[in-house]
């Protein structure tokens, strides 16, 4: 089974860089952003994902984790106390995809730190 893996502040500010120099509409949807019927897998239009993709002020944390397709990059953004997207992205691929995107509707940091400190 694998795991995600948080970024540390320096890793985390060169991703931000580069998030900074994509062009959103140049990404390529990945066809696991879809479902069978085309519609968003988790009902967030790719208007939205641009919307908060681009407000890199909000982003929480980023981790990593290998998988089909190449490794995943989850950036969440934190918009208030109880309100977080994650956006799913494969930075290595040529051209940059989007692979998913999704809300969560809690606090954030008590869910990052049940997950990651095992509480």
Known sequence: MEFDRLL????KKEVITRLKSLNFGALKINGHYNNKYGQ???GISTEKAKEIFMQ???IYTISTRPGIGGKRYTIIYRLNKNK???ILLLLDENPVQLFDAYFYNGDIE???LRKYAGV
């Open 8 to 11: 540390n502040s320096q890793e």
């Open 40 to 42: 968003p897998r988790h």
């Open 56 to 58: 890199f002020d909000k």
């Open 84 to 86: 977080s997207y994650f």
């Open 110 to 112: 008590k869910r990052m």
